[in-house]
């Protein structure tokens, strides 16, 4: 009696396994959809049709694992974060004592990725203002940069700044450098004029925020 209970229960378990198995590729294959639509035409242009045509599946299949937009989007981030271009490591930079070499390595770090990430950057941003949604998953990103831009201004600090206003500067400094419209303006497929290189615009922007941290010079006197 127990041998046949043990049989019977065996397939049963085998075709669950199957099915979440299934279930596991179908939703890889609509996020791996997503993220190449968000690429070529960015998240607000995305359209439920061209993810279901894309990924091979009906639409209701899509909405069926993927109930709205911030759910999508999470897994698409997740997915490009870790499947596609990996983003800056800190560990290229924390453990660098001088300020303007801390700087400096975690520009280049951050340019780099900026560079393998152009494409769907460039969509992410146009589109960031339109999309609560998409703004909510991209915070964390946002209070990441943050983190990394404090951890410049305090390495500054112990090197010495002059007063409030010359650390507010050189906050406002470092914030616009680690910016990807930064890089794309002076780097990027979207450079006003001839692009640069990334080792370039990470020594220009480390002169900047040499010369935002230095102490402001007395005004001239008008005659």
Do not use: N
């Not at 109930?67 to 999470?74: I, L, N, P, Q, S």
């Not at 997740?78 to 453990?95: I, K, L, N, R, T």
């Not at 340019?111 to 152009?118: G, L, T, V």
Request: proline share 4%.
């Amino acid at each position: 009696m127990f041998t046949g209970m043990t049989t019977q229960r065996a397939p049963r378990k085998y075709e669950q396994k199957r099915r979440a198995e299934q279930q596991a590729e179908t939703r890889r294959r609509i996020v791996e959809a997503m993220v190449a639509l968000h690429a070529e035409v960015g998240p607000a242009r995305t359209t439920i049709s061209a993810i279901a045509e894309r990924a091979g599946v009906e639409r209701l299949t899509v909405y069926r694992h993927f109930g709205d937009e911030t759910a999508m989007f999470e897994a698409c981030s997740s997915h490009f974060a870790s499947e596609v271009v990996s983003p800056p490591d800190p560990a290229a930079w924390v453990g660098i004592e001088d300020a303007a070499e801390r700087l400096h390595a975690a520009l280049r770090a951050f340019y780099a990725y900026y560079r393998r990430a152009e494409r769907m950057l460039t969509h992410v941003h146009r589109d960031l203002p339109t999309l609560p949604a998409l703004a909510a998953v991209m915070a964390p990103w946002d209070a990441f940069v943050a983190d990394v831009r404090d951890g410049v201004v305090a390495a500054w600090a112990r090197e010495g700044l002059d007063g409030a206003a010359a650390r507010a500067r050189l906050a406002a400094v470092v914030a616009h450098a680690l910016r990807f419209e930064t890089w794309r303006s002076l780097a990027g497929t979207g450079a006003v004029d001839a692009a640069i290189g990334d080792a370039d615009v990470a020594e220009l922007m480390v002169a900047l925020a040499r010369a935002a941290a230095a102490p402001a010079d007395v005004p001239a006197v008008r005659g």
